[in-house]
Each structure stands twice: as structure tokens, then as C-alpha cells.
């Protein structure tokens, strides 16, 4: 590989890392907006991680100062970005208003340009996919369907839990 392909591989993973950083934080502010609990954002908390890693790294002679400041200016911005948006949301939650954010559509479409990536695309494609085939799999082991007997259908219970569920 030349200097000028390393340099062009480079601006195109910074790009990347734009475009999926800016959809973390559109993704996060619509579950803040629109959650009845808290959201856990753990993303601080990652950012930390790494910048202690890399803090050891450093302190066994690694010249990664760079690395450091880099994750610390990530973590700054995303502070800086969302803490007055959280409190914002807060302000208007306690006075009863309504919080436009994104719809469904939008964040369905933002979660999708992730897969069109050039570099990580097809990873987070596969990751994705990853994550659905392991939750149909909890879900056919935690559900169970049973026969029933034909006469089970005219039983006092089952009527009972017809007049239940029936539509009022």
C-alpha cells in the first residue's frame, strides 16, 4: 500500500467514525425522548475505559498521547452535546410539552445507512444479523405451544378466558 492509499484509508475511517458517532447520538436523544425509564447510556463510561487502557498502554512506554487526547475530545464532545439536550428534554417533560424528535421512519433509515459503509458496513450488517438469530432462538426456547384436546376448547376455564380476551 502507498502513503497516499494509507492516507485515503485513514479519511475514510475518520468519515466512518463521524457518520456512526452522529448516529449514536440522534439514536440516543430519540430513546432519552422517548422513554418512560431511563436510558442506561453507557457511552461515556466506554470512552473512559478505553481512555484508561490506553493510559496503561502508556505507562508501559507506549507513545499513544494522541490516542489519549483523541478519546477525551470525543468524550467532551458528546458531553458538550448532550447534557444540554438531556436537560432540555428534562425542562420540557416538567412542563408538560411535547419533544419533536425523530420518527420511527428516521431512525429505522439512520440505524440503515450504518450497513451501507463502505469499510464497516458489512460488519455491522453481520453483527446485526448476529443479534436477531440470537433472540429467535431465546424466544422459540422460552415459548412452548401444546395440543390441547378438542374438548379443552369448550372447557369452564377456556370459555372464561374468551370472555376475557373477546373484544368489548
Do not use: W
Not at 457518520?19 to 418512560?36: E, G, M, N, P, W
Not at 416538567?94 to 458489512?122: C, D, Q, R
Request: aromatic residues 8%; proline residues 2%; contains cysteine.
Amino acid at each position: 500500500m502507498s502513503l497516499a492509499e494509507i492516507d485515503q484509508r485513514i479519511t475514510d475511517l475518520r468519515k466512518e467514525q463521524a457518520h456512526i458517532q452522529d448516529v449514536y447520538k440522534k439514536l440516543a436523544r430519540f430513546l432519552y425522548a422517548k422513554s418512560i425509564l431511563p436510558i442506561n447510556d453507557v457511552y461515556i463510561e466506554y470512552l473512559q475505559y478505553f481512555i484508561h487502557e490506553e493510559q496503561m498502554k502508556q505507562n508501559t512506554g507506549d507513545h499513544n498521547t494522541e490516542a489519549i487526547a483523541n478519546l477525551e475530545k470525543m468524550m467532551a464532545d458528546y458531553k458538550n452535546e448532550m447534557e444540554p439536550f438531556k436537560k432540555f428534554v428534562k425542562n420540557q417533560r416538567e412542563a408538560g410539552e411535547e419533544i419533536e424528535i425523530l420518527s420511527s421512519e428516521e431512525v429505522f433509515s439512520l440505524a440503515g445507512s450504518l450497513y451501507h459503509l463502505a469499510i464497516n458496513g458489512k460488519q455491522i450488517r453481520a453483527q446485526v444479523d448476529g443479534i436477531k438469530i440470537g433472540q429467535k432462538k431465546c424466544a422459540a426456547e422460552r415459548e412452548k405451544f401444546v395440543e390441547l384436546p378438542a374438548k379443552a376448547a369448550k372447557s369452564k376455564v377456556m370459555l372464561q378466558l374468551t370472555n376475557i380476551v373477546a373484544p368489548q
